[in-house]
């Protein structure tokens, strides 16, 4: 038997006639323009609704807007993102905006890529997760579309930002193990700040702020910061060669939590015991650290609330609600787990 024709998409005339109102008052509708009664509103939002109407994203994007926020997401496989893209969501729950998400890996090339194949889709605004981009980059991309980067320090005059106080965040790990005891503390740091990434990142600041928290309790003699990743591998390969020093840490800093679960898998495998020989912490305080037989001391850094007010920074951008740049920083708060106790000599 012959296939028939395929299902036709409805059309703005299709919800018209059955709305029993004008293309236009539709595109009115649709653009939350002033001047439409509620209830027009609701007749043609009913009718939208039957039809299953979905505007073009194309058309929309010609006359102005496409209602579509780009998220740019550096590693797929790190927790921690999906609390900020929970928060970018949940904020614009109620609005018509919906997010696209572009994976952008690690360097500045694969992002400017990414980042490109967003903008050419019109979207209306970007937010930017931590992105390797050089500042110059990004303040060219937020001269053609509003931007909200989040993770990079150092206000700029073309997009905003949202930060948590790494410094502070760091410090706050040092002090901790400092407190319990520990002189040895090791610091694991993403690698890519030795290729010239800019100075800006995350991963720089936190690392600058274990040199400062170190300095500050009289500990510089030990002051050991290996290069890595932040991945399970990572942190992985970094326990591996600091276990294996004749004077071994006791107590391990990774600078996220997806390379502390690194940490803890070489531990076990060492046949050590967590934290009776070694104290591991953690950053971000992402679901995994909270699990009961991992329990990670880890930086809460409320991805969730940072996520939110990205949003909520993009949309006053895009809709004109402000034109100074905004950086909001964020204080972290320490959470305490079964992972962190006195050292053995203790």
Known sequence: MAAGPPPRRATITDVANLAQVSP???????????GVSPAMQERVRAAMAELGYRPHAAARGMRGQTYTIGVLIPDLRNPFFPELIEGIGDHLEGTDYQTVLGPGGSTPETQSRTTDALVDRRVDGLVLIAPALPRTRLEQIARTVPVVVIGRHGKSTEYDGVVDDDLMGAGLVVDHLADLGHRRIAHIEHRDTTRGIPTTMPQTVRAEGYRQAMERRGLTAGID???????????YSAALELLARPVRPTAIFAGADVAAIGVLNAVYEAGLRIPEDLSVAGYDNTTVAAMGPISLTSVDQDGHLMGGNAARLLLERIERKRDRSVLLSFSPTLVPRRSTAPPPHA
């Not at 910061?225 to 942190?235: D, L």
């Open 24 to 34: 236009a008052a539709v595109s009115k509708v649709l653009r939350n323009a002033y």
């Open 225 to 235: 910061i290996v290069p890595s990743t932040y991945s399970e591998a990572g942190g």
